[in-house]
């Protein structure tokens, strides 16, 4: 089947069997690796996106499903001069990320997190990224982060 969805703000057109998943149709006809495959269940959040502009684990979208929407990767979302989304400098700047295996689905579900509520207090982002997993950094930092993005002073 023909599929067409605009991904960071690029239309891609491809033919893919029916049961294709939005990961890998992501991964695999848009070249665009940052969005992670990780445990196919929709348990990690590694492969988190934002589809029309709301989180989503692509492992469980399929890429028919998304057919004729709009689809944002964690490379889209820096802009052109390479500068890096407000959530992604956060991360760097506040070591939200050990492995990184799941800081792409981390920076999107943080994204998602702060669309919707743009000041929360470190208990929301924690309830708010309770479907992301991290095997790493216990989520301190990656908590201070999105609250370094949200405009707060971050306790230390």
Not at 29 to 48: E, F, Q, W
Request: net charge negative; with cysteine.
């Amino acid at each position: 089947m023909r599929v067409s969805i605009e991904v960071n703000g690029t239309a891609v057109t491809e033919e893919v069997e029916d049961r294709t998943l939005l990961v890998h149709y992501l991964r695999d006809n848009a070249g665009l690796t940052g969005t992670n495959i990780g445990c196919d269940t929709t348990s990690c959040g590694a492969c988190t996106v934002l589809l029309d502009g709301e989180s989503v684990k692509s492992c469980t979208v399929l890429a028919a499903q998304a057919d004729g929407h709009r689809v944002t990767t964690v490379e889209g979302l820096s802009d052109r001069d390479g500068e890096l989304h407000p959530v992604q400098r956060a991360f760097r700047e506040q070591h939200g990320l050990q492995c990184g295996f799941c800081t792409p689905g981390m920076i999107m579900a943080s994204v998602s997190l702060l669309a919707h509520n743009p000041k929360p207090t470190r208990d929301e982002v924690r309830e708010g990224l309770e479907g992301n997993l991290c095997r790493c950094t216990g989520y301190h930092n990656i908590v201070s982060a999105v609250i370094e993005a949200s405009g707060q002073e971050v306790d230390r």
